[in-house]
């Protein structure tokens, strides 16, 4: 079965840091782009940061630009999320999502997602 | 940054056709994907490259995409299809992968 399984999340006190772990199973992990997604509370979709599948190429959003890094290990199927100066804006579930099979940059796996909330 | 405008919700009586919009500047020259998510769930793909299914999307679920609007739209819709559902697209801008606001689906 495909499958993406996050992990990491928790509560983290503001300017704290957390690193967030995707583990994928079920397909080529070394063969596709990845993404994390992130949704606050009662919120839409946002997208946060992608890495190539080698991890050569890598974006991140504005809201993160400096603040957060993504990796991968592709000989551990595991994506990651390293999260510095968090903010309390920063509080959402965030999902992993494969840079799909499918379509131009169509997400069509996700994980079901850790929850962090940066408060004091 | 590019933007997707969604209308925030829309209703439905069961057996209708429920029709959700995404509107962007010229989104009609660019693939546009949806994504619908239950609550408490992750999203799911639903349609992408304007009009294409993923393998288990039942045909009930359709989408077009011209000029400044993309459309998805849902058959005979059910009560399961009760949802948000979300457009994206990639542009090459600041934030390449833009979602849009998102539309609550009711079935009534």
């Known amino acids: 079965e495909v499958q993406l399984v996050e992990s990491g999340g928790g509560l983290v006190q503001p300017g704290g840091s957390l690193r967030l772990s995707c583990a994928a199973s079920?397909?080529?992990?070394?063969?596709?782009?990845m993404n994390w997604v992130r949704q606050a509370p009662g919120k839409g979709l946002e997208w946060v940061s992608y890495?190539?599948?080698?991890?050569?190429?890598?974006y991140y959003a504005d809201s993160v630009k400096g603040r957060f890094t993504i990796s991968r290990d592709n000989a551990k199927n595991s994506l990651y999320l390293q999260m510095n100066s968090l903010r309390a804006e920063d509080t959402a579930v965030y999902y992993c999502?494969?840079?799909?099979?499918?379509?131009?940059?169509?997400?069509?796996?996700w994980g079901q997602g850790t929850m962090v909330t940066v408060s004091s | 940054s590019y933007v997707l405008t969604q209308p925030p919700s829309v209703s439905v009586a069961p057996g209708q056709t429920a029709r959700i919009t995404c509107g962007g500047n010229?989104?009609?020259?660019?693939?546009v994907h949806w994504y619908q998510q239950k609550p408490g769930q992750a999203p799911v793909l639903v349609v992408y490259?304007?009009?294409d299914r993923p393998s288990g999307i039942p045909e009930r679920f359709s989408g077009s995409n011209s000029g400044n609007t993309a459309t998805l739209t849902i058959s005979r819709v059910e009560a399961g299809d009760e949802a948000d559902y979300y457009c994206?697209?990639?542009?090459?801008?600041?934030?390449?992968?833009?979602f849009g606001g998102g539309t609550k689906l009711t079935v009534l």
């Open positions: 999502a494969r840079d799909g099979e499918v379509g131009a940059s169509a997400f069509d796996i």
């Open positions: 079920g397909f080529t992990f070394s063969s596709y782009e």
């Open positions: 890495i190539s599948s080698s991890g050569s190429t890598i």
């Open positions: 010229n989104i009609g020259s660019k693939s």
């Open positions: 490259d304007d009009s």
């Open positions: 994206q697209v990639w542009d090459s801008s600041s934030d390449p992968w833009v």
